[in-house]
């Protein structure tokens, strides 16, 4: 059984810094492939970022290449999005998810991740 606990939300103005972390209670943490997800009011889930079992292969939405990094650390069961230079439209809860996907073309469709962390808010005030 895998759990995902998301932690560092919070509310900054825009322009701001963030980052989350993710802790998964497993035994074969590096045998997942791990992403990022959020959802705005009224919006469907949508990709942000994954990351490959070993870390070697990263994916980002073009909403958020270049400002968001995606990272692991298969010794702590953890993996991390910092978020920099926030917008307001970043707005959302903000889901990490897991599969044990071992192949090198990173999932972007919330369907093929099985495994989903409660979320947490990130608010982005202008």
């Known amino acids: 059984q895998v759990r995902l606990v998301e932690s560092g939300g919070g509310l900054v103005q825009a322009g701001g810094s963030l980052r989350l972390a993710c802790a998964a209670t497993?035994?074969?943490?590096?045998?997942?492939?791990m992403g990022w997800f959020r959802q705005a009011p009224g919006k469907e889930r949508e990709f942000v970022a994954a990351i490959s079992w070993s870390g070697s292969i990263t994916l980002y939405a073009d909403s958020v290449k270049g400002r968001f990094t995606i990272s692991r650390d298969n010794n702590k069961k953890t993996e991390y999005l910092q978020m920099n230079s926030l917008k307001p439209e970043d707005t959302a809860v903000y889901y990490c998810a897991a599969n044990y996907y071992r192949g090198t073309r990173l999932k972007l469709d919330p369907r093929d991740y099985d495994r989903w962390g409660q979320g947490t808010q990130v608010t982005v005030s202008s």
């Open positions: 497993t035994d074969t943490f590096d045998f997942l492939t």
